[in-house]
């Protein structure tokens, strides 16, 4: 199966200022076949199903805030938001679509400062 | 607007049996793969099962292979999760999710499984 390891677990950081998750993958998640990385991010707020934000891992869903932004390549994976606010308090998951099992990472709290 | 509102849930005791279903809307439901993912507090997001469109082929965590199966009815907008044999560990919230191909792309709001004795 392919381990995603998210860090950190948690981190608080002050109102406009960045927040950056880290997901290192296992494996490479680059399909040959179409030259795309396999690696999603999801926003989980309290009481509420995860939302899917960046898919390949740098294409932002359509309505999500291009304060959010996917890099990456190969085995190691960056979710950054670029100036955070009040409602982006949630926890971020890394999700790999690459190959069965589906596994996802362990999920990074994120908090106000 | 796309919706999926699972139901079915409760509290079951260990060996028991649940049927999960998950009423769709909002898209054409036999074009897209659906899948079942569940989420612990121990666990994190555990991916169970996924289902092709027409219902032909079907995909299972080792951990639940042979104890639960999924289907669809596409006349009806439906998925289900027949779950037999369950245990203590399969405690969780299970999400209906819409799939893009293998990626877990939207989600209902989660129904709730207890096994207990």
């Known amino acids: 199966d392919i381990v995603l390891t998210q860090s950190p677990d948690s981190l608080a950081v002050s109102l406009g200022e960045r927040a950056t998750i880290n997901c290192k993958s296992s494996?490479?998640?680059?399909?040959?076949?179409?030259?795309?990385?396999?690696l999603a991010w999801f926003q989980q707020k309290l009481g509420q199903p995860p939302k899917l934000l960046i898919y390949w891992a740098s294409t932002r869903e359509s309505g999500v805030p291009d304060r959010f932004s996917g890099s990456g390549s190969g085995t190691d994976f960056t979710l950054t938001i670029t100036s955070l606010q009040a409602e982006d308090v949630a926890v971020y998951y890394c999700h790999q679509h690459f190959h069965s099992p589906l596994t996802f990472g362990g999920g990074t709290k994120v908090e106000i400062k | 607007e796309v919706k999926l509102v699972e139901s079915g849930g409760g509290l079951v005791q260990p060996g028991g049996s649940l049927r999960l279903s998950c009423a769709a809307s909002?898209?054409?439901?036999?074009?897209?793969?659906m899948m079942w993912v569940r989420q612990t507090p121990g666990k994190g997001l555990e991916w169970v099962a996924t289902i092709r469109g027409d219902g032909g082929d079907k995909y299972y965590v080792d951990s639940v292979r042979g104890r639960f199966t999924v289907s669809r009815d596409n006349a009806k907008n439906s998925l289900y999760l027949q779950m037999n044999s369950l245990r203590v560990e399969d405690t969780a919230i299970y999400y209906c999710?819409?799939?893009?191909?293998?990626?877990?792309?939207?989600w209902g709001q989660g129904t709730l499984v207890s096994v207990s004795s």
């Open positions: 999710a819409r799939g893009s191909g293998w990626l877990v792309y939207h």
């Open positions: 909002g898209f054409i439901f036999s074009n897209d793969w």
């Open positions: 494996l490479n998640l680059l399909a040959s076949s179409d030259n795309k990385y396999y």
